[in-house]
C-alpha cells in the first residue's frame, strides 16, 4: 500500500471522525497497526494530528455558532449543544480531556468554542486525551495490551 495514500487515508479519516460529521477512525488505525508496516509513533502522530485539527474546525464553529446556529444545514441541534454546553458548565476545560467519547466528544468540542474556551488549553486538553485514545488503540491492536 501506498505510504501517502495509507497514512493520508488515516489523518483524514481521523479528521472526519472529530468533526461533526458521522465518521469513524478506529478501525483504520486498527488495520494500518496490524499491518505492521509504519511504526506505531507514526500511526498515533498522524491519527492525533488529523483529530485534533477537525476538533479545531469545531472550535472554530462554536467560535462563529451565533451566527450560523439557525442555518438549515448547521450540523449540531440546539438540544445537543445545549448538552454540551451543560457538560462543559459543570465540569470546565478539563471536560476536553474527554473529547475522544463518542456522541458527546464533539458538540463538546463546539461548546468550548461557544463558551471561549482559549485556543491554547483548548489544543493541550483536547491533545492529550485524543493521543491517548490512539494510544491505547494502537496497542491493543498491536497486541502490547
Known amino acids: 500500500m501506498n505510504d501517502v ?3 493520508g487515508g488515516l489523518f483524514l479519516s481521523a479528521f472526519l471522525a472529530a ?9 483504520v488505525l486498527a488495520v494500518l497497526t496490524i ?13 492525533s494530528a488529523g483529530n485534533v485539527l ?7 464553529l462554536g467560535r462563529a455558532v451565533t451566527s450560523l446556529r439557525d442555518r438549515r ?3 449540531v441541534s440546539e438540544r445537543a449543544l445545549a448538552r454540551a454546553q451543560a457538560w462543559y458548565g459543570r465540569y470546565g476545560r478539563w471536560s476536553l480531556l474527554l473529547s475522544w467519547l463518542p456522541i458527546v ?4 468540542t463546539l461548546a468550548a468554542g461557544v ?7 483548548f489544543l493541550l486538553l483536547v491533545t492529550i486525551g485524543k493521543t491517548a485514545r490512539y494510544v491505547v488503540i494502537a496497542l491493543a491492536a498491536s497486541g502490547f495490551a
Open 5 to 7: 495514500a495509507a497514512l
Open 105 to 108: 466528544g464533539d458538540p463538546l
Open 73 to 75: 444545514w448547521f450540523p
Open 54 to 60: 477537525g476538533a479545531v474546525v469545531n472550535w472554530l
Open 35 to 47: 499491518s505492521g508496516t509504519w511504526p506505531l509513533w507514526l500511526l498515533v502522530a498522524v491519527a
Open 19 to 27: 468533526t461533526l460529521l458521522p465518521a469513524q477512525s478506529e478501525s
Open 115 to 121: 463558551l471561549r474556551e482559549p485556543l491554547g488549553s
